[in-house]
């Protein structure tokens, strides 16, 4: 079965860029890679997904590596409400792949 | 953008009694929902799948007489906890896709606390 790990826990300095990595080495060839982020006690909000090529919007961008193995989501600019788990899922059909998820800390 | 409304975001109730928690995709026709488990600091567990007009389809380990998943319209999907217990507090979440696409739409999620 696919299988996504992320780091438990990133720090970053607000203003900076925040990459946050996801590995997914077993991913199957229709699965696409999607990114949610929670904050606490709410429901995951949508954020950016791709399948193959890189992807950018208002959000953030998200890079594939050719082999698909593994993605990195970008937040640009990190802000202090920007502070939140982040999520790396797969999906293809009714089959969810989740990641542990990344507690990302922004700082002042 | 799509809303999935979940409600209510938060229950207290008596060990023994069941508790039903709905989920409406609000502008959109919610083809499949997902129930998902989270427990405090850990990620989402998904419990069920519906379909609508169909069974759900259960994760291993989740009892489906205890999880009762009703999925009976386009627009609503509801679990009821049944016979509560202390060890089936959690924050439960649904999601909801629209027809055709692979996108989840997330509930607010709730607070189950049963005493």
């Known amino acids: 079965d696919a299988k996504t790990t992320q780091p438990p826990s990133m720090d970053c300095a607000e203003g900076r860029a925040a990459n946050l990595p996801c590995n997914h080495s077993?991913?199957?060839?229709?699965?696409?890679v999607y990114w949610y982020r929670q904050i606490h006690s709410q429901g995951p909000q949508y954020i950016i997904h791709g399948l193959k090529n890189n992807e950018t919007n208002e959000m953030a961008s998200l890079i594939i590596t050719e082999d698909r193995k593994s993605s990195t989501l970008i937040l640009p600019h990190a802000t202090l409400r920007d502070t939140a788990v982040y999520y790396c899922?797969?999906?293809?059909?009714?089959?969810?792949?989740f990641g542990g998820g990344t507690r990302l800390m922004v700082k002042p | 953008g799509a809303v999935v409304s979940q409600h209510p975001s938060r229950v207290i109730c008596k060990s023994g009694t069941s508790v039903k928690i709905e989920c409406r995709s609000l502008d959109f026709q919610a083809t499949t929902m997902f129930w998902y488990r989270q427990f405090p600091k850990k990620s989402l567990m998904l419990m069920a799948t519906?379909?609508?007009?169909?069974?759900?389809?259960?994760e291993q380990g989740v009892e489906k007489d205890k999880f009762l998943i009703n999925h009976a319209s386009l627009t609503l999907s509801t679990l009821t906890v049944t016979s509560a217990h202390p060890e089936d507090s959690s924050f439960y979440i649904c999601?909801?896709?629209?027809?055709?696409?692979?996108?989840?739409?997330f509930g607010s999620g709730t607070q189950l606390s049963v005493l």
């Open positions: 077993t991913i199957s060839g229709n699965e696409y």
């Open positions: 519906s379909n609508e007009g169909s069974k759900a389809t259960y």
């Open positions: 999601s909801a896709r629209n027809r055709g696409e692979a996108k989840l739409f």
């Open positions: 899922i797969l999906i293809a059909g009714n089959m969810l792949t």
